[in-house]
């Protein structure tokens, strides 16, 4: 879960970094405010949840309260990458002497953190490590023993940096290691931390990403930091078809009926399960169907978990039809499913028979789930049929109808 | 012969007395496993299916040869157990839970990796060595198992639980059985991934070949190509490259947690040009595996 910029500064001052005067506006008039308030030049810089804002124009630099007042109207409707921003952060603009990056995530192959440091800051750090390796130092962190300043000293010192810096530098980066550990999370990253020409050090720009697993430990975090339950933060926001979804999958703890994505086809799919879902919805694809949303059920849902999604796919207008479909399940019941998703079609107004273009979902008490479909005349076949075979059956009679 | 697991495996279940947990006691019991005990702190005394539940996993590595524990604690309590287990001389966890957050699952792994254990997951479903043992929820009722796994040459490996099912029984249906199969668990970290049990199933004499199924997400695939290119490997593989819808939308999750197309090494479609420039067969449909593996092993005849 990706955090504003404003929210990582927040969180960072919190724990002692250094950070400029700022403020975030949500109108051109607390833009003029911020800027009053700061003195002197300011810059503006759009809050979305993505690279390549100064690229899309969406930070600018203003000398004045009403030039920033002027800016905040110029950047907020610019949309970065399919992002609109909602507010501008306005923040002080530093005469800068060097820029360093600092960053630390995960490497998924030793499964341990890796603190990433470099002595050129401010620009794609992939480049600089690709162009100037001596002056990148990626450093793996235990996550049983504690982090010492040590370990920064010796990520910042294997760039070649030396004397003051080093020492100024270090807090800095050991801080950022212990926000990291701290709140569970995936990417903390500094990009640019400056030193200005005073010798101060500044966090210029920041990234922070929440490990979705672990959002409900950190939730007094994530409350003080006005995050509403509702925000996924995820590349785009949640449709109300989404929102719905994961009230349906919360409306009871027995498995899964969720991760509903939508999407513009007409195919609706009740699909599962993690795997499954994804191998399935490839071969929807490819034999050209069109679905309308992405979806998983598994870990044995209750008839009501199951009945309610089909009815929130059954929902869109464009859907016409849906496929039902999982791999060989091990420990969801095949019957429980059948019967909720012919419960969901009838309560939906709709003939089993006529809407459910294919139901494949062959494991335990299978002979109970088709001995339900065969009632409503619904189609169905067993594990002799692949997933592949059994998403071309689907995609075949929407063909059909068309 | 078969990998991690056989008939004579012992182990424990931590967690018995859940729902998921009596379940998947009385399911592996009737497959034929030999579970020696079972963990829930304050429920002493009592027994799930015949199996003795104690307070702490010392209570029963102190009178018994315990090889190994399934873990199936909520996410909260799962790290404390794992460690439990480890502590304890325990040394292969398999753990059921998911939602794990990662830096915990890296505590555990790291703890493993000091004492000589192994941990398979998280977010999985265990292992099977057909007709012998099964650990974990991997195939679900005994018959269900049956029907689906049987004995042979194949070794799998899986990201996803229910797709290593799907495999073995669409390998069952075309004459080939498995030596052992693996759902290793779809999260970004876990505790062995393909390129780590690659030298297990290369020493199982009984293992002919490899079946495995993949996803977008993560270095894995990455790093199982680097081992097959650097190791001259006796065994062909076959792979399955699921989501490749996800190519198209970076940033946003589906399936499981590990999944998520975040750099251009996370797509399908690069982990598939470096698989197949290693010498790994790529299969565009679960229902081409048997024959790929068919033709290799007649390859490598």
Known sequence: MRFYEYESKELFERHGLPLGKRGLAHTREEAREHAEQIGGPVVLKSQVLSGG??????????????????????????????????????????PIAQEYYVAITWDGRRKLPVLIFSDMGGIDIEEVAEKHPDHVSQTHISTILPFTPRLAKEAIGATGVTGSALNRLTPIVTTLVEIFLAYDLTLAEINPLVRLEDGRFLVLDGHIDLEAEARDKHSALVEELGIGADETRQARPPTPFETAGAKVDASDHRGVAGNVVEFDGDLGLVIGAGGGSLTLFDAVRKHGGRPANYCEIGGNPSVKKACELTKLVLSKPEVAKIAVMMNVVSNTRVDIV?????????????????????????????????KILERYGVEYCDRSVSMYEAAGRAVAKMQAES | MAILIDKNTTFIVQGITGREAVSLTRENLAYGSKIVGGVTPGRAGREVYGVPVYDCVRDITARTKVDGAVVCVPPKFTRDAVFEAIENGIKIIVIVTERIPRLEVAQMVELARLRGARIIGPNCLGIITPGEVKMGGVGGPAEDTRKAYTKGPVGIMSRSGGMTTEIANTLTAAGLGQSTAVSIGGDAIIGTAYAELMPLFEADPETKAIAIYSEPGGRMEAELAEWVAENDSRLPIVAFMAGRFMDEMPGMRFGHAGTIVEGKADTTADKIERMKRSGISVAERIEEIPELIQQRLAESR
Do not use: H
Request: proline share 5%; charged share 30%.
């Open chain 1, 53 to 94: 804002r100064m690229k899309a124009g969406a930070v600018k630099f203003a000398d004045t309260p009403d030039e920033a007042a002027q800016l905040f109207d110029e950047i907020l409707p610019i949309v970065v990458n399919g992002q609109t921003a909602k507010s501008i952060l306005v923040e002080e603009k530093s």
């Open chain 1, 338 to 370: 059948a019967r909720g998703v012919i419960k969901g079609v009838v309560e939906s107004g709709r003939d089993p028979a006529e809407t459910i273009t294919i139901f494949r979902i062959p494991g335990s008490w299978e002979e109970e789930g088709f």
